[in-house]
């Protein structure tokens, strides 16, 4: 089925584990992004990548690294898992298109609650 | 630096009334605005842009918003609420293209509660 997927929807882990969360859209929209939501902060952007082997810093992004090898894949991992990285991760797509009611929205996946011991 | 600020934690309306939730933003050059609805355990859902012209949006779900460039504003409004209205809502912004930004940056979210 066409759209964004995120895996795993659930995600339980302890303190200083490596936890890598996967995200894949099938659009090929250049865009993607990684969202934690958190009560009182909102969604607060991780990272984001403009396309293949291009990936940038967003406003909460210690802690974390990506990689997209491939336009369509865009895997966030935890490098040494803490308690304050209890959360729910959004992963989201867009393209960047001349006009028309699509461009520059961003389409979200479903979200995956980790939850850190 | 993008920031965006939406200055109340939560809206309460009655239903059948015009409901109103506030969305002000810094960014550098002309702004792209967004706002998009989470309804619960659910994944968030576009609802309407601003990216040029007009001021006054028109969206989903009934819902429009005013870009304000003065105030640096863009409310979200909508003429009649309905209990099914009831979510958390955020506002969203990124730098316009010639800028260089696809960054995009969201507020903290409104929770709407509609009354019957």
């Known amino acids: 089925d066409a759209g964004i997927t995120q895996s795993p929807r659930y995600k339980i882990t302890e303190t200083g584990r490596q936890v890598t969360l996967m995200c894949h859209q099938t659009w090929s929209h250049s865009y993607m992004f990684w969202y934690r939501q958190d009560l009182g902060h909102g969604l607060r952007l991780i990272y984001y990548?403009?396309?293949?082997?291009?990936?940038d810093k967003g406003e909460v992004s210690d802690g974390y690294v990506v990689s997209r090898s491939k336009t369509e894949n865009f895997p966030l991992t935890l490098e040494s898992a803490t308690r304050s990285q209890t959360s729910v991760y959004f992963c989201?797509?867009?393209?960047?298109?001349?006009?028309?009611?699509?461009?520059?929205?961003?389409?979200f996946g479903a979200g995956s609650r980790l939850t850190v011991l | 630096a993008q920031s965006v600020a939406q200055p109340e934690d939560q809206v309460n309306v009655a239903e059948g009334n015009p409901l109103t939730v506030k969305c002000t933003y810094s960014?550098?050059?002309?702004?792209?605005l967004f706002w998009y609805v989470q309804y619960p355990n659910r994944g968030l859902q576009f609802l309407l842009k601003y990216i040029t012209g007009d001021n006054l949006v028109k969206g989903s779900y009934g819902f429009e918003a005013e870009f304000n460039k003065s105030q640096t504003s863009f409310h979200l409004k909508k003429p009649s609420a309905l209990v099914s209205d009831s979510a958390l809502y955020f506002c969203a912004v990124r730098a316009s293209r010639n800028t260089g930004g696809f960054k995009t940056i969201f507020g903290a979210g409104t929770r709407l509660f509609v009354k019957a």
């Open positions: 990548s403009a396309a293949a082997d291009i990936t």
């Open positions: 989201a797509s867009s393209e960047v298109l001349a006009g028309g009611p699509g461009a520059n929205v961003l389409t």
């Open positions: 960014v550098s050059g002309n702004p792209y």
